[in-house]
T-cell receptor, first 113, second 114 residues
Framework: GENVEQHPSTLSVQEGDSAVIKCTYS??????FPWYKQELGKRPQLIID?????GEKKDQRIAVTLNKTAKHFSLHITETQPEDSAVYFC????????????FGAGTILRVKS | DSGVTQTPKHLITATGQRVTLRCSPR?????VYWYQQSLDQGLQFLIQ???????AKGNILERFSAQQFPDLHSELNLSSLELGDSALYFC?????????????FGDGTRLSIL
């Protein structure tokens, strides 16, 4: 089945700097790649997603890029703020698995002010 | 607020017991998913229902079962509970059954087994 690897496991950046989190997936048939932000004790919150027919998507300070050939996708956060501190999860899904999301292990992002 | 409602928020019980977790999806959503989040296993897919029927199954234990009712709410039943079942259980919902539809999560039920 699908396997999603996420790096790094922890990331510390200075406020205002950029943060990049990378994920690789194993199944080339996966076609949907969402990113979730989870604050301590709260629910995963969808922040951006990308479908396999698109190479890049942007929403204000957040962007996601997808390289289908290399089977990896990345989350880019620019001008980081303390409130960006959270755990970020990437995920992948494809039709054959129903809609189940296979999650990466998560990245703890700390933004230092 | 995601629009997905889960009850109860917290559940404390003992080994060997049985509990039921409830989820109401967002208005208009036909798919409901259950996920388990633990420190050692991360976020794991358990099961998906679409419009009352089971659509996909993940690593769900035989002691666990779920169903989706005609009003689209779903229940996850956990029986013969073990210490290792302590975790956060999330429900998510999406509009349809396609793999590329966004899933929105509820606030979860924190299950503690003593």
């Amino acid at each position: 089945g699908e396997n999603v690897e996420q790096h790094p496991s922890t990331l510390s950046v200075q406020e205002g700097d950029s943060a990049v989190i990378k994920c690789t997936y194993s199944d080339s048939a996966s076609n949907y790649f969402p990113w979730y932000k989870q604050e301590l004790g709260k629910r995963p919150q969808l922040i951006i997603d990308i479908r396999s027919n698109v190479g890049e998507k942007k929403d204000q300070r957040i962007a996601v890029t997808l390289n289908k050939t290399a089977k990896h996708f990345s989350l880019h956060i620019t001008e980081t703020q303390p409130e960006d501190s959270a755990v970020y999860f990437c995920a992948a899904s494809k039709e054959e698995y129903g809609n189940k999301l296979v999650f990466g292990a998560g990245t703890i992002l700390r933004v230092k002010s | 607020d995601s629009g997905v409602t889960q009850t109860p928020k917290h559940l404390i019980t003992a080994t060997g017991q049985r509990v039921t977790l409830r989820c109401s999806p967002r208005s208009g959503d036909l798919s409901v998913y259950w996920y388990q989040q633990s420190l050692d296993q991360g976020l794991q897919f358990l099961i998906q229902y679409y419009n009352g029927e089971e659509r996909a199954k993940g690593n769900i234990l035989e002691r666990f079962s779920a169903q989706q009712f005609p009003d689209l709410h779903s229940e996850l039943n956990l029986s013969s509970l073990e210490l290792g079942d302590s975790a956060l259980y999330f429900c998510a919902s999406s509009v349809g059954r396609q793999a590329d539809q966004p899933q929105h999560f509820g606030d979860g039920t924190r299950l503690s087994i003593l």
